[in-house]
């Protein structure tokens, strides 16, 4: 693929630092699948990236260490499409997807928040009112 992948912003990742392998694709096809080769295999080496920030290459590295092959190496692969092309396609997008939530910064803490005064009141008065409408659902208790 001529084009960087785009990681988020203005940031991509430059066709140099992209591995391409492919190999043969299990699947449908007939006597095609037997002699091309569609399933495409992409590696980036995470940890020798110049493309990508320090911080966010620090980031990316702790939460896709489980995927990762050698502590460093990213790896996609693609072959869903008879295309070659179209695999490409979607292995370049898989791996802009994963760098991109993997660099995202974290998320702000949630503020812990007391409920209003008026919303405990109509959730108690909600509860009460259930209750009442349970109790009449019952028959009235003969008493001798």
Same mark, same amino acid.
């Given at each position: ?5 785009? %990681?988020? @912003?203005? $940031?991509? *990742?430059?066709? +140099? ?6 190999? =043969? ?43 990762? %092959?050698? @502590?460093? $190496?990213? *790896?996609?692969? +693609? ?6 092309? =179209? ?58």
């Amino acid at each position: 693929m001529p084009e960087p992948v785009r %990681v988020r @912003g203005s $940031v991509a *990742v430059p066709d +140099a630092e992209l591995v391409w392998r492919f190999s =043969r694709s299990s699947g449908p096809g007939g006597q095609h699948v037997n002699t091309s080769d569609t399933q495409v295999e992409l590696r980036y080496d995470l940890a020798a990236s110049a493309a990508l920030p320090e911080v966010w290459k620090q980031r990316a590295l702790e939460r896709l260490a489980h995927r990762l %092959v050698d @502590g460093r $190496v990213l *790896v996609v692969r +693609a072959s869903e499409h008879r295309s070659q092309w =179209r695999n490409r396609e979607v292995a370049a997008a898989r791996l802009a997807s994963l760098l991109g939530e993997a660099t995202a910064p974290p998320p702000k803490a949630r503020r812990a928040t007391k409920p209003s005064r008026g919303m405990v009141e109509r959730r108690l008065a909600n509860k009460k009112h259930r209750a009442e409408l349970k109790r009449g659902r019952s028959a009235p208790r003969a008493t001798d």
